[in-house]
C-alpha cells in the first residue's frame, strides 16, 4: 500500500500513452503551467468600500486562488493531469534544482512555487496555506527592482515542460499579468521574447493570456502579446479557444469582482479541447474529406481511479489484484487458456480471439453518406444518444474544409440531410446516422457563439422503437391555466434563459468533498451545499398568494366536475326496483338503511359489508357501481363527508 501523501493519484513516470475511457474515446493527459506576475500593480490590494461585492484581493492573490481552485478540481476529476505554479517578477528565485545547487541562479526572479507533477495532497496544502496566510505570502511576494526578461520566463516554461512533460499532447501556459508591454524601451528584448514564444509553440505548449485590466488604464494587446500570443488559425482544430476578455477589478456593488472573472475565464480554458475521433467522411465514391468529432455536453460522472483503505491510522491507496480460477479444481486460469464460446443449434463452438475479431469486424472506422432525405422526413425523436458535432479538418486531406462547407451550405439551402453509414472507432458497431446541417450562430456582439457544421444523429433500428402506450389525458379548465400562466411568468428566469453552470451536481460535489477532506486530512463535513433546492421564501414572497387562490380555484372546479358527473350519470342509470316485504312495506331487496350504512362509515367497518349490499345501497342513492369493492365504498365515503 502507498501513502495518498506521497502518491495521491497516480505516478507521473507511468505510460504516457493515450487510453481509453469507458466510452471508448481516446483520453488526453494535458499539463497546465500557472505564470502568475507578482509586480507592483499586481500586488496592490484596491482600496476598502462598503459595497458587499467589492473586490478584496489584489490581482496577484485572485490569481493564487484561482490557481488553488483549479487544483483543488482537477487533483480529483483529472487525476493523471499536471500542474504547476510559477512566480515572475519576485525578489527571491527558486527553479528546479540542477547538480551544481544552481537551479534559481539560471532563471533569476522566477519562482517555482508548485513543480509541474501531478498534484500531491502536500502541494494543495502548500498553495492553500499561501493563499491564506497573508504574512507568508508578503515574505513571498517580495518585488524585485530589476525588471524581468520575459524571454527568460519563456524559456524557463520550456525547459519546465521538456523535463516534466515531455511526451504529453496537450502542454498550456496560463499566463495572468497586467503589464501590456514589459519591455517598451527594448527591442532586442523583445525580440528575444518573441523567438521564446516561436520555441514553445513548436514544442506543442499553447500560451492562454488572462489579462488584468485597471480601471486608470486598460490592457493593450498589440503593444507585446500579440507576437507572443499566436491566434488561432482557420482549420486548426487544435488551435487555442478565442482570447479572453481582460479582468477589471470594480468597486460597485453591480459589477463582477476581478475573483469571479479570473474564475470564469480560467474555468473555460480549464479543459484542453480535444477530438472524440478523427474520421475520413465518404461524400461520394472516390471523395473523401477528414473530419473531426466533438461532443457538446456530457454527463460527469465519479472518477474512482483507486481504492482507499481507510480501516489503518491513516487512509492508504489499496493496489488491488485478481486471477480466474476453474471451478471444479480451484486451480488458476492463465489467459491464454480462456476461450469465447456461442451456443449454436444446442452446440457449444469455440472461436479463437482472431476469429471473433473478424466476426465483428463491420469495416474501418467511417461515416459514409449513402443517400440525402428532406428534413421532414426525419422525426423529432429518432436519436438514441447524444448528438456528435463534425468539422473538417486538413491534416489527413488537403482540401476537406472546401468540401465541406460546400456540402453543409447545400444540406442547409435544400433544407436536407444526409444519410450515412457510422462507424466511430475500431470493434464498434455500425449504425445509420443522419447529418444535420447546423447554422453559424454569433452572438449580440458578433462573437461566434457555435461554428458551421454538420451533427450526427444516431438513429434508432427497427428493434429500437418501441409504441407508445396510450394514456388518457385531462384538461384543465380555461381559468386555471389562465392563472397557472401568471404564476410560471413570474417564476421565470430573467431573460429566460437557464445557465447549467450555476448549479452543480450536488451528489458529485459531496462525492469530491468527502475525498479532498480525507486526502488533506480536514475534518468531514457535515452536510452537502445543495444549490438546486428551490428557494422556497423567493417563490413565497413572489407567488404565495397567487398559488393559494390557484389551489382554491382547483378545488372549486373538481367539486363542480365532480357534480356534474354524478348528476349526468344519474340519469343514466334506470330506477332502482322495488320488492315488497312481509309487512307490504316495499324495499329494496336485501338493502342496508340509510342508519346501518351511516353508521357502518362512522366505525370504518364499510369493507365487511358484501359486495350487493353495498350496491343496493348505492342504487338507492342512484351512485354508479362499475368498478371493484374499494372504489363503491370509496364513492359511498365521499358521499357521508359531502352530506
Known amino acids: 500500500m502507498a501513502d495518498p501523501q506521497d502518491r495521491f493519484r497516480q505516478d507521473e513516470d507511468e505510460d504516457e500513452e493515450e487510453e481509453v475511457d469507458e466510452t471508448g474515446y481516446k483520453t488526453v493527459r494535458d499539463a497546465v503551467l500557472f505564470v502568475i506576475d507578482v509586480s507592483k500593480s499586481m500586488t496592490t490590494k484596491p482600496p476598502p468600500s462598503d459595497s458587499k461585492k467589492a473586490d478584496r484581493d489584489s490581482p496577484t492573490s485572485a490569481a493564487l486562488k484561482c490557481a488553488y481552485q483549479l487544483m483543488q478540481q482537477r487533483i480529483i476529476s483529472h487525476p493523471t493531469d499536471m500542474m504547476g505554479v510559477l512566480l515572475l517578477g519576485t525578489e527571491e528565485s527558486k527553479f528546479q534544482d540542477d547538480a551544481s545547487g544552481n537551479g534559481g541562479l539560471a532563471y533569476p526572479h522566477c519562482y517555482l512555487l508548485t513543480d509541474l507533477e501531478v498534484p500531491a495532497a502536500l502541494d494543495v496544502k502548500r498553495l492553500r496555506n499561501l493563499v491564506e496566510d497573508e504574512e507568508e505570502a508578503q515574505q513571498l511576494l517580495v518585488q524585485s527592482e530589476e525588471p524581468v526578461s520575459m524571454a527568460n520566463v519563456l524559456f524557463c516554461a520550456n525547459q519546465i515542460f521538456t523535463t516534466k512533460a515531455p511526451n504529453f499532447s496537450s502542454r498550456r501556459l496560463f499566463l495572468v499579468t497586467d503589464n501590456d508591454d514589459p519591455h517598451a524601451d527594448d527591442k532586442s528584448l523583445r525580440s528575444a521574447a518573441a523567438v521564446r514564444a516561436k520555441d514553445l509553440y513548436d514544442l506543442g505548449v499553447i500560451i492562454e493570456l488572462f489579462p488584468i485590466s485597471h480601471p486608470e488604464r486598460g490592457f493593450d494587446r498589440t503593444k507585446f502579446y500579440d507576437d507572443i500570443v499566436y491566434r488561432a488559425p482557420l482549420g486548426d482544430d487544435d488551435a487555442p479557444a478565442p482570447v479572453s476578455n481582460a479582468a477589471q477589478p470594480v468597486d460597485r456593488s453591480d459589477g463582477i469582482s476581478l475573483l469571479q472573472s479570473l474564475i470564469s475565464n480560467i474555468n473555460s480554458k480549464a479543459v484542453p479541447r480535444r477530438a472524440l475521433f478523427s474520421l475520413p467522411f465518404e461524400i461520394g465514391p472516390g471523395l473523401k474529406v477528414g473530419v473531426k468529432g466533438y461532443i457538446s455536453i456530457k454527463r460527469q460522472e465519479r472518477v474512482r481511479s483507486c481504492y482507499v483503505w481507510l480501516n489503518g491510522e491513516k487512509p492508504q491507496i489499496a493496489v488491488g489484484s485478481s486471477s480466474r480460477v476453474a471451478e471444479d479444481t480451484a486451480r488458476e486460469v492463465k489467459k491464454e487458456e480462456i476461450r469465447k464460446a ?299 363527508e359531502n352530506k
Open 342 to 640: 456461442y451456443k449454436f443449434g444446442g452446440e457449444t463452438i469455440a472461436f479463437t480471439e482472431e476469429e471473433t475479431k473478424k466476426i465483428r469486424y463491420f469495416g474501418d472506422p467511417v461515416i459514409r453518406i449513402i443517400g440525402f432525405k428532406p428534413m421532414t422526413c426525419l422525426p423529432n425523436w429518432a436519436n438514441l444518444r447524444t448528438p456528435t458535432f463534425i468539422y473538417p479538418s486538413e491534416s489527413d486531406f488537403v482540401g476537406s474544409t472546401r468540401a465541406f462547407s460546400a456540402l453543409q451550405q447545400k444540406l442547409l439551402k435544400d433544407n436536407k440531410f444526409g444519410l450515412a453509414w457510422f462507424i466511430p472507432r475500431r470493434n464498434a458497431v455500425p449504425t445509420l446516422a443522419a447529418l444535420i446541417p447546423g447554422a453559424e450562430k454569433l452572438g449580440d456582439r458578433n462573437e461566434q457563439i457555435r461554428p458551421p457544421g454538420l451533427w450526427v444523429i444516431t438513429l434508432p433500428y427497427v428493434d429500437d422503437i418501441r409504441q407508445i402506450p396510450d394514456t388518457p389525458l385531462v384538461r384543465a379548465p380555461d381559468n386555471t391555466i389562465d392563472h397557472m400562466r401568471e404564476i410560471v411568468q413570474n417564476l421565470t428566469l430573467p431573460k429566460g434563459e437557464y445557465d447549467p453552470n450555476k448549479y452543480p451536481n450536488p451528489s458529485l460535489q459531496w462525492f469530491y468533498r468527502i475525498l479532498q477532506a480525507i486526502a488533506l486530512e480536514d475534518e468531514l463535513p457535515e452536510q452537502p451545499e445543495d444549490k438546486t433546492v428551490p428557494r422556497h421564501r423567493q417563490i413565497n414572497k413572489r407567488v404565495g398568494d397567487q398559488i393559494v387562490e390557484w389551489g382554491k380555484l382547483i378545488d372549486e372546479e373538481y367539486r363542480y366536475y365532480s357534480s356534474a358527473k354524478r348528476k349526468s350519470v344519474d340519469e343514466e342509470l334506470p330506477p332502482a326496483k322495488k320488492v315488497k316485504k312481509e309487512n307490504g312495506t316495499s324495499s329494496q331487496s336485501g338493502a342496508v338503511d340509510d342508519a346501518e350504512m351511516k353508521k357502518a362509515w362512522e366505525n370504518g367497518t364499510l369493507h365487511k359489508l358484501t359486495i350487493p349490499k353495498l350496491k343496493e345501497w348505492a342504487h338507492s342513492k342512484h351512485f354508479t357501481v362499475a368498478g371493484k369493492k374499494a372504489e363503491i365504498i370509496e364513492r359511498i365515503e365521499e358521499y357521508f
